[in-house]
């Protein structure tokens, strides 16, 4: 199986436990890793023989922007589920980043990953 990797997709959005977090946002970052066959399109040349990465950004961005969960781990796995309902690919990693959590005296990030299969659930 191929992979195809989507990397730093950063998107401000309204997820965080704390109600702050829904009403003011905060930038996450998103890498996708994805499991397909690409041998069809390396064949064909034809765009429609695998996942176009451009919808995969857009899903990630609609997801993030539009949604209020309380936890990062919803988030992640709303966009697992949208990823793999588009029918392309059989399996998805998603590597979800708060860039900036909201915890004192803390400068770093917070980054949690999924792997998620069709059929899963």
Known sequence: MDTLNVKGI????????????QFLGQW????????????????SDELT??????DAVAIVQKIVKESKFK???????????????????????????????PIPDFDGVITLEILRSRGDG
Do not use: H
């Open 10 to 21: 950063r998107v401000y959005g309204y997820t965080g436990f704390f109600e702050a977090e």
């Open 28 to 43: 996450f970052e998103v890498d996708l890793t994805l499991w397909l066959d690409l041998s069809k399109a390396g064949r």
């Open 49 to 54: 023989d695998t996942l176009n990465y451009a």
């Open 71 to 101: 936890m990062i781990e919803r988030l992640a796995e709303a966009i697992a589920d949208e990823i793999l309902n588009t029918g392309k690919t059989n399996k998805v990693k998603v590597s979800l980043t708060k860039c900036q959590p």
